[in-house]
């Protein structure tokens, strides 16, 4: 079903059975975010055997206040609502490929810290890049006008949350 058949069936729905219209902004963000987050996923996966999760810890790394691009796998887990089981998988992954390296903690000699290396700020600011123009393409079709609304709107929306 495209995005017209959609809102035709809407148009047609039983107003005895929902009388809200809410549907209409609902429906269509979690289909867009769904299909977002999975045309995201793919492409990472194709194009640069990433996560969703290990570009989320290369970018957290990446603007972290500490010019070295380090933080503590605690630091990350916190900012990233992982688990410590979670993050301890991720960084074993980017380990692997090179993208992050453990160094010795000198605070804390039970932990180790986590430093993005230059080959993993390299396929960060590319696959950014490449994130980057999916998403214009998928917004291709909306203004630069309609994008602020859009925006404007859903922070607005976003105010009852903590984020």
Known sequence: ????????????????????????????????????LSDISKLLDEEFNLSNSELDVLA??????DEDHTLTPTQLYERLFFSSGGMTKVLNKLQIKEFIIRLENKEDKRSKLVQLTPTGIEILKIALADVTKLEETIFSNVNDNERKQLSNLLFKTLTHYEV
Do not use: F, W
């Open 1 to 36: 079903m495209n995005a017209n058949e959609l809102k035709l069936r809407l148009d047609n729905k039983d107003k005895e059975t929902c009388s809200s219209d809410i549907g209409y902004v609902v429906l269509p963000l979690i289909i867009l975010s769904q299909k977002l």
């Open 60 to 65: 957290s790394l990446h603007s972290s206040q």
